[in-house]
C-alpha cells in the first residue's frame, strides 16, 4: 500500500499541483477598512447633498440664528429689569431713609417746642409783680411718677431790679396718707441751700414710700430763721 502510494507521487499519474501567492491578513483587513471608509464617505456626502437639495439644513441653521437672536433679547431685557429692579429698591432705600431723618427731625422740633413753652412761661413768671416782697416763689410744680417717686419744680425770683444777692435755703415738705394715716414728709437730704441774684430753678426727684398718696407739696423759702415765702400745691 505504502509502494503504491509513493508510486503514483513520482510518476506522470500523480495529481497536479498549483502553487498560489497567499496575501497576509494585516493587508487584507487594511483593504477591507479602506473600502468601508469609502463606502462610509460616499453616503455621508449622499446623505448631505440630500439635505441641501431638500433645505433641511439651511432651515435648521436659519432657525438656530433666530433662537441665538430671542436668547440675546430675554437677556437684555432681563438685565433691564433686573436694573429697574435694583433702582427701585435704591430709591425705596433713599425715600425710607429720608423718612426716617424727617421723623427724628419732627421729634427734635417737638423737643425743641416744648422747651421754647416751659422757658416761655419760666420767663413770664419772672415779669416783676405788683407788692413790695423781695423773695418770691413763682413756680412751684409736683407730679407723682408710677406712684413710686415725686418730680417736683421751684422757681424762686427777686422781682426787682439790681436785687443784692440772696442766700438762704428751700425747705419742701410733702402731706398725705399713708396706709389711710396721715403723713408729712420732708426731703430726705434736708433743706436745699439757695442763693441767687434774680432768680434760681430747683428741682429734684423724691422717693415715696410703699402705700403713700401725696395730696399737698409745700415749698417755703426761708432767710436764716426768717419765712420770705411759702407756696403750696394740691395734687
Avoid: H
Wanted: hydrophobic fraction near 45%; charged fraction near 25%.
Amino acid at each position: 500500500m505504502r509502494f503504491k502510494l509513493l508510486r503514483r507521487r513520482l510518476t506522470i499519474s500523480a495529481p497536479r499541483m498549483k502553487v498560489r501567492s497567499a496575501m497576509p491578513w494585516p493587508l487584507r483587513c487594511a483593504g477591507a477598512a479602506i473600502v468601508l471608509g469609502f463606502c462610509g464617505a460616499i453616503g455621508l456626502w449622499a446623505f448631505e447633498l440630500g439635505k441641501d437639495i431638500a433645505g433641511v439644513d439651511r432651515e435648521a441653521k436659519e432657525e438656530l440664528v433666530r433662537l441665538r437672536e430671542e436668547v440675546t433679547g430675554l437677556r437684555r431685557e432681563r438685565e433691564r429689569v433686573q436694573s429697574i429692579i435694583n433702582t427701585s429698591g435704591s430709591a425705596i432705600l433713599v425715600e425710607r431713609a429720608a423718612q426716617e431723618r424727617l421723623s427724628a427731625q419732627i421729634r427734635t422740633l417737638e423737643a425743641q417746642n416744648r422747651t421754647l413753652r416751659e422757658d416761655l412761661g419760666f420767663f413770664e413768671k419772672l415779669m416783676p409783680t405788683t407788692g413790695s416782697e423781695a423773695v418770691a416763689i413763682r413756680g412751684l410744680q409736683a407730679e407723682v411718677l408710677s406712684g413710686t417717686q415725686l418730680k417736683w419744680q421751684v422757681l424762686v425770683i427777686q422781682p426787682v431790679k439790681n436785687a443784692p444777692e440772696f442766700r438762704g435755703k428751700l425747705e419742701l415738705s410733702l402731706s398725705g396718707t399713708l396706709d389711710g394715716k396721715p403723713w408729712l414728709m420732708a426731703l430726705p437730704n434736708g433743706p436745699q441751700p439757695l442763693q441767687f441774684r434774680q432768680y434760681r430753678r430747683l428741682e429734684g426727684m423724691v422717693d415715696l414710700p410703699p402705700q403713700a398718696v401725696v395730696k399737698n407739696v409745700s415749698a417755703r423759702v426761708v432767710e436764716g430763721s426768717v419765712s420770705r415765702a411759702v407756696q403750696n400745691v394740691s395734687l
